[in-house]
């Protein structure tokens, strides 16, 4: 990890990716040096830096970790995803084992942990599943690893609140391209083609730390989820929240943030020491 005091680190990190360049928005968190490895937000499918609001400074802050929050291709103040680009059901994989790696190296990243959220989860463990000692361990809130029925209706659901109700608004405030963000997203979840994504088998390599975090009222999965990660990985460990939604780190901040630092204290010493 880069020993320059956050204020003094990269607000941008610029990728050559696919035959372009991409610009990412970054945010350091945290202590500005921590015994323990860097941890790595991942957003959701319509997140950004700004989105994540206070719990990435918080959450590090409460238990002395260093923190990196960006926002990814298509979103937030990143570069924004051409109209006309159709993502395919490999976007997240894409994500996962080819910007992941090419930004942590680029900031000098040894060993993070990942932090991640809906689709960003979902990076998470396709990140840890290939990428393995390279990262520390993962914490994955409200992730995905099927595509099932309820998930298909929720994501139908927020494509007719942002056509006909103020979803488009709300957004419209964390993304410099709002379109860019929502239709990247949302067109690639409900394309017939991403019915049959499943990363089940891919999970089922993972040999890292792996903390899963479900709400019990999650509109955009089951349990199942969750559960499918504990049978595909041995010694993982689940935290279900019961009168919890789609977003642990906002409905049980508090619950999330205990937990998910004394996973990281727990295994993270522990790799930092190796």
């Not at 926002?71 to 894409?94: C, I, L, Q, V």
């Not at 391209?177 to 083609?193: C, E, K, R, T």
């Not at 993972?206 to 049978?231: H, K, M, N, S």
């Amino acid at each position: 990890m880069p020993t320059s005091p956050l204020s003094a680190r990269p607000r941008v990190a610029r990728l050559p990716w696919r035959g372009r360049t991409l610009e990412l928005e970054l945010a350091w968190v945290g202590a500005d040096d921590s015994p323990f490895p860097p941890v790595v937000f991942l957003h959701e499918g319509l997140g950004s830096v700004s989105l994540w609001r206070d719990f990435p400074e918080r959450f590090c802050a409460a238990h002395g970790f260093t923190g990196l929050v960006f926002s990814r291709y298509g979103y937030g103040n990143s570069t924004p995803r051409p109209h006309e680009e159709r993502w395919a059901p490999d976007f997240m994989h894409r994500q996962a084992l080819e910007v992941l790696p090419a930004l942590c190296a680029q900031l000098g990243l040894a060993r993070p942990w990942l932090f991640g959220h809906s689709d960003g989860a979902s990076i998470a463990l396709l990140a840890a599943a290939h990428l393995g000692d390279a990262l520390s361990g993962i914490v994955v809130a409200a992730p995905h690893i099927v595509v099932e029925d309820v998930t298909i209706a929720a994501i139908r659901a927020a494509r007719a609140a942002y056509l006909e109700g103020p979803l488009r608004a709300r957004l419209a405030r964390h993304h410099a391209d709002v379109d860019s963000a929502f239709w990247g997203w949302n067109d690639a979840w409900l394309a017939p083609a991403f019915r049959g994504w499943n990363i089940v088998d891919e999970v089922a390599r993972i040999r890292i730390p792996v903390l899963a975090i479900q709400g019990e009222d999650d509109e955009y999965g089951t349990l199942e989820q969750v559960r499918g990660i504990a049978r595909a990985v041995p010694g993982a460990e689940l935290l279900v929240l019961p009168g919890c939604g789609h977003t642990p780190h906002r409905d049980a901040a508090g619950q999330v943030s205990a937990a998910a630092g004394r996973f990281i204290v727990d295994h993270g010493a522990a790799h930092h020491s190796d």
